[in-house]
C-alpha cells in the first residue's frame, strides 16, 4: 500500500496560482511514477502530469503545458504541482496517483495502483 495524502486546494481567481502537495508513504518513493489527474463536474477524470521519481522525467498533458509544473522532493515523499496562470476551465478535483516504477506503459495511459482522496481546486472568473 501507499498511502497518498493531498493538499493545497482552495479558490483563486483567473489568472492566479496554486501549489498542490501530495505526500507519500509505505513504499520507496523512488521507485514510483507519480501522477496528477483531475476531474471536473459532469466529465471523466483526466490526466494532468506526472513524474518519475527516481530520474525526474516528467510528462504532461497538452493543455498544461506551460502553466502547470510537477516536482518531487525525494527526501520529503513528496510530489507537487505548481498551477500559474489558473482558468475556470481548471475547476475541478484533482487527485494525486502512484504507480510502481516496474510496471510498463505510458504515464498516461497507466491503470495507477495507488489514489489519493482529491483536493478540491475552484477557479472564479
Known amino acids: 500500500q501507499v498511502p497518498l495524502v493531498e493538499s493545497g486546494g482552495g479558490l483563486v481567481q483567473t489568472g492566479g496560482s496554486l501549489r498542490l502537495s501530495c505526500a507519500a508513504s509505505?513504499?520507496?518513493?523512488?521507485?514510483?511514477?507519480m501522477a496528477w489527474f483531475r476531474q471536473a463536474p459532469g466529465k471523466e477524470r483526466e490526466y494532468v502530469a506526472a513524474?518519475?521519481?527516481?530520474?525526474?522525467?516528467?510528462v504532461y498533458a497538452d493543455f498544461v503545458k506551460g502553466r502547470f509544473t510537477i516536482s518531487g522532493d525525494n527526501a520529503k515523499n513528496t510530489v507537487y504541482l505548481q498551477m500559474n496562470s489558473l482558468k475556470p476551465e481548471d475547476t475541478a478535483v484533482y487527485y494525486c496517483?502512484?504507480?510502481?516504477?516496474?510496471?510498463?506503459?505510458?504515464?498516461?495511459?497507466?491503470?495507477?495502483?495507488?489514489w489519493g482522496q482529491g483536493t478540491q481546486v475552484t477557479v472564479s472568473a
Open positions: 509505505g513504499r520507496t518513493f523512488r521507485r514510483l511514477i
Open positions: 496517483a502512484a504507480d510502481p516504477l516496474d510496471y510498463s506503459g505510458r504515464y498516461p495511459n497507466r491503470k495507477y495502483d495507488y
Open positions: 513524474i518519475n521519481s527516481n530520474d525526474g522525467r516528467t
